[in-house]
């Protein structure tokens, strides 16, 4: 079992370029959630999915859009990329959306904005 | 609003020391509670966590934390360290009612613990 997987591992981008990160998993989880890690600030939630179809904002959303059109996946979109979200973005799984449930983590994305 | 407090940017102790990490949290109720560690390069690993009865509870790696209510604490201790214990250690806290659903989690900003020889 590969457990949460995320592509690419790096990217630089320029200012105003898009791109895609995906997040796959194999543990037949229900929930999925996007988060970005910035030196100082912890983590921080931007989007979330409780289910196949469904997707739901979370605290820092702006400039990012996603889509769960599989149950296994994730993508997190930036249509227009600006230096402000460079910063590593981080996967994670759950079971269930309960509140004590654990959260598994993929491995991270590092992505640069010029 | 929940929050999570990690007073400590960074600490340094020696190898065979014994370790204590803080963290306070700020919340209406019972609160769940976990500490994820991040070793360099890698995602957040569960070293354990607390959501009912005892205050005392035990993770992997020979980790453990203590629920105080009266303090509103969280800290996290270990007995002796491992140099393989320097990493990144977070404090979360679930957060319910965020957006009408439940089961978010809000992160303190970390404790970076680095180990002496």
């Known amino acids: 079992n590969a457990g949460v997987t995320q592509t690419p591992k790096f990217r630089v981008l320029k200012t105003g370029q898009s791109m895609t990160l995906l997040c796959a998993q194999d543990?037949?989880?229900?929930?999925m959630y996007w988060y970005r890690q910035d030196p100082g600030m912890g983590l921080r939630l931007i989007h979330y999915?409780?289910?196949?179809?469904?997707?739901a904002k979370g605290e820092v959303p702006d400039g990012y859009n996603v889509s769960r059109l599989k149950k296994q996946n994730f993508l997190l979109g930036l249509e227009s990329a600006a230096p402000s979200q460079t910063s590593v973005y981080f996967c994670?799984?759950?079971?269930?959306?309960?509140?004590?449930?654990?959260?598994?983590f993929g491995p991270g994305t590092r992505l640069t904005v010029l | 609003a929940q929050s999570v407090t990690q007073p400590d940017i960074h600490i340094t102790v020696s190898e065979g020391a014994s370790l204590e990490l803080r963290c306070n949290y700020s919340?209406?109720?019972?609160?769940?509670l976990f500490w994820y560690v991040q070793s360099p390069g890698q995602g957040l690993q569960l070293l354990l966590k607390?959501?009912?009865?005892?205050?005392l509870v035990q993770g992997i790696k020979g980790f453990e934390a203590e629920f105080k209510r009266s303090q509103s604490s969280f800290n996290l201790r270990k007995p002796s360290v491992h140099w393989s214990d320097a990493a990144e250690y977070f404090c979360?806290?679930?957060?319910?009612?965020?957006?009408?659903?439940?089961?978010?989690?809000?992160f303190g900003k970390g404790t970076k613990l680095s180990v002496k020889p």
């Open positions: 994670a799984t759950a079971i269930r959306l309960a509140t004590a449930d654990t959260q598994y």
């Open positions: 543990m037949n989880h229900e929930y």
């Open positions: 999915s409780v289910g196949e179809g469904t997707t």
């Open positions: 919340y209406g109720a019972t609160p769940y």
């Open positions: 607390y959501f009912s009865g005892d205050t």
């Open positions: 979360a806290v679930g957060k319910t009612n965020y957006g009408g659903s439940q089961g978010n989690l809000i």
